[in-house]
């Protein structure tokens, strides 16, 4: 019962630019929240790609960038590589639930 | 380089007891700056997150609202390490668990260092 929503798939070719939404509410990213981005590639544990809304961890690609506006939060990716297949979550906190919450995940397809 | 590695039974019988333990390596568990996590993945599903403890002055706990009756997490800091026990489990419990160490976030925290999964299986 994820309370972040998020398209279930994109797709695009090389070199292409995707973007991925996270749309939430008033108790979580439209509130005073960030939104965090993860990726999962295919039989692996989850790892931090955004946090803060736009801060990319070290090691991170700068193809990867994030924002957030209002009570959504986007993650886009340029340059599409065919290793950037792979499940994306958002993760924000939820005041009315007292607890952390994630989207529903978008799988990208590179074409 | 810091290290989280879950262990724990892979299959446990319906209305029992689910127990896992994280082993960390790396960091300590009574960090001022750090939590220690428990999440969890159903087959072809996403993420749930289900708890977590940390130390600021004081020992905190913190439960997802779905499984707050059922889910204890403990820190053991003469292990280095802390466990997940969730009681009367059913099929719906059956997930991929991981153990992963949150970072303080002025505006919430985020999840910065991830085990591999452990997989278990509710079934008789």
Not at chain 1, 51 to 60: A, L, Q
Not at chain 1, 67 to 88: F, H, M, P, V
Not at chain 2, 35 to 63: C, D, K, M, V
Not at chain 2, 89 to 115: I, K
Request: net charge neutral; charged share 10%; proline share 6%.
């Amino acid at each position: 019962q994820s309370v972040l929503t998020q398209p279930p798939s994109v797709s695009g070719a090389p070199g292409q630019t995707v973007t991925i939404s996270c749309t939430g509410t008033s108790s979580n990213i439209g509130a005073i929240y960030d939104a965090h981005w993860y990726q999962q590639l295919p039989g692996k544990a989850p790892t931090l790609l955004i946090y803060g809304n736009m801060n990319r961890p070290s090691g991170v690609p700068d193809r990867f960038s994030g924002s957030k506006s209002g009570t959504s939060a986007s993650l886009a990716i340029t340059g599409l590589q065919a290793e950037d297949e792979a499940d994306y979550y958002c993760q924000s906190y939820d005041n009315s639930l007292s607890g952390y919450v994630f989207g529903t995940g978008t799988k990208v397809i590179v074409l | 380089q810091i290290q989280m590695q879950p262990s724990g039974p892979g299959l446990v019988k319906p209305s029992q007891t689910l127990s896992l333990t994280c082993a960390v390596s790396g960091d300590s568990v009574s960090s001022n700056s750090a939590a220690w996590n428990w999440i969890r993945q159903a087959p072809s599903s996403g993420l749930e997150w289900l708890g977590r403890t940390y130390f600021q002055s004081e020992w905190h706990y913190e439960y997802a609202l779905s499984v707050k009756s059922r889910i204890t997490i403990n820190p053991d800091t003469s292990k280095k390490q802390f466990s997940l026990q969730l009681t009367s489990v059913t099929p719906e419990d059956t997930a991929v668990y991981y153990c992963a160490r949150g970072h303080t976030w002025h505006l919430g925290w985020y999840f910065d260092l991830w085990s591999r999964g452990t997989l278990v299986t509710v079934s008789s």
